[in-house]
């Protein structure tokens, strides 16, 4: 990357800067390939924050479905972990996980669960495991919270096979005009869902999988309660990524922990972070660590800035860690910051290998917090920064109510927020779909193939409040 004119002598966030058009020999955004240059095993460059009202099970399946990674936050209990890792493992890759009842289910039960999932429908299936009816939410206008799903849901079933592909599963459903399908087995019995779309997305995305051909998933560890130990158990589940996170990572305590990790973890791929400048980052890698996360205060949730003056404007942040990574065989992630797709592809053309973002799906049916509906009867979730007083009290539950209240009073974070669904995008796929979109055309634009060769041809401009103001659409008249 380099600057169009001569660098400033001030740091930079990504509204700050823009990247301009260069010669280009790609022909088509899709021939360029967003595998990511860590090793993690990505096949998409975007990876979730590790928020508890966001990283659950749901989210993690789909993401890695679509090529992504999720980190499960630190604050989940053990059992906890190992349940979602044994879930998103025994994903199909292709076909979403259904909703199910059973016919003697209610209405208010089916409506309960149908924003758990983004196709929309539930599939009801007899004690054998064949789809016996499917019901939507449109089935319910007209009936109590307590009829039975069997008087309401429809009987006629256009069910696919899982051995058609993609594409001909496509065709099927838009043979047959319908959205959604449930897909069976040999012998009939239920396998998962497909909607149009998502027979779609996977003709475009390659899933992230391990060794085994089963998706990836990540978890964190923090600092302070045996990390170690902790990295160790998560491995044994089939942890794929161990992410060392805490909020200041420059720190002598950040290090040993790095280091006892690595001792336990072998060969697995380990993240740490958050740090802003080269020489944390270079503390960190000599650690041990193979990804070096960035981002001090850009978060969406996150009040470290304005309580206490700490942080780094984030564009400027990423491009130093980059390089000293870079010099070192290393990689970092950018956390933090993302507001829309364009701060994706700087973070990249600073030179991240993938960059790392919460809030911004936290309003999706994916995210893990209840589907909450307010008094105009929008959907809505709520989320909260993971140094919240919120989050200080799930973390600290087994402490003694003395040491939780003194924790309690040193929070950096909302604590509740309210994120409303899209309802054109309500689903984490179509956020994806807006932000690959963006980083495949910003790769055109710079005549890059690969992420590497955006990070190496990238030209970039520094632009004032006006500049940024100005590619901004505007949805009425002015």
């Known amino acids: 990357m380099r600057f169009l004119n001569e660098a400033p002598s001030f740091d930079l966030t990504y509204s700050d800067v823009f990247m301009v058009p260069s010669l280009s020999s790609v022909s088509s955004r899709l021939k360029v390939d967003l595998s990511t240059p860590d090793g993690i095993g990505t096949t998409i460059p975007l990876v979730v924050s590790n928020m508890t009202a966001i990283a659950g099970r749901r989210m993690a399946e789909t993401v890695a479905r679509r090529g992504g990674l999720v980190v499960l936050p630190q604050d989940i209990p053990l059992d906890v972990v190992e349940t979602v890792v044994s879930f998103v493992k025994s994903r199909h890759k292709v076909v979403d996980t259904p909703i199910t009842m059973r016919v003697d289910g209610t209405v208010g039960e089916a409506l309960s669960l149908i924003y758990k999932r983004s196709h929309g429908a539930v599939i009801v299936i007899d004690d054998e495991g064949r789809p016996a009816g499917i019901f939507t939410e449109h ?16 009987t006629e079933i256009f069910a696919l096979s899982e ?14 005009r319908l959205s959604v399908a449930p897909v069976i087995d040999n012998n009939g019995l239920l396998v998962g869902v497909i909607t149009r779309n998502g027979a779609l997305r996977s003709t475009i995305y390659e899933p992230a999988v391990d060794k085994n051909g089963e998706l990836l998933i990540s978890a964190a560890v923090g600092i302070s309660a045996e990390p170690a130990d902790r990295a160790r158990q998560l491995t044994k589940m089939g942890v794929d990524v161990i992410v060392v996170d805490t909020a200041h990572g420059h720190q002598t305590r950040m290090l040993d922990a790095i280091s006892e990790v690595r001792q336990v973890v072998g060969e697995a791929k380990m993240v740490a972070g958050n740090v802003v400048t080269a020489e944390a980052t270079r503390d960190i890698i000599n650690a041990g660590a193979d990804v070096v996360k960035v981002g001090v205060g850009p978060g969406a949730m996150c009040t470290t800035r304005m309580m206490t003056g700490v942080g780094r404007p984030q564009f400027s942040a990423v491009l130093e860690c980059a390089r000293t990574a870079r010099e070192l065989g290393k990689s970092v992630w950018a956390d933090g910051g993302v507001r829309y797709p364009r701060d994706v592809a700087l973070g990249l053309a600073a030179g991240a290998a993938n960059v790392m973002f919460g809030s911004l799906l936290a309003g999706t049916y994916e995210s893990a917090a209840d589907t909450l509906r307010d008094t105009n009867g929008r959907l809505y979730k709520e989320s909260f920064g993971m140094a919240s007083n919120r ?19 040193f929070e950096e974070g909302i604590s509740s927020s309210r994120m409303y669904l899209d309802a054109q995008r309500p689903s984490v796929e179509d956020i994806i779909d807006q932000i690959i979109s963006g980083i495949r055309s910003a790769c055109t634009y710079a005549g890059a193939s690969n992420l590497k060769e955006l990070q190496d041809r990238a030209v970039i401009g520094v632009q004032s409040a006006s500049g940024y103001n100005e590619g901004r659409a505007q949805d009425t008249n002015w």
Request: glycine share 2%.
């Open 163 to 176: 051995s058609l592909s993609p594409r001909q599963m496509f065709e099927s459903l838009t043979e047959a």
């Open 139 to 154: 089935d319910a206008v007209g009936f109590d919270r307590f009829t039975q799903i069997r008087n309401v849901m429809s």
């Open 391 to 409: 989050a200080v009290r799930n973390r600290t539950r087994t402490e003694s109510a003395f040491e939780r209240a003194r924790k309690e009073l």
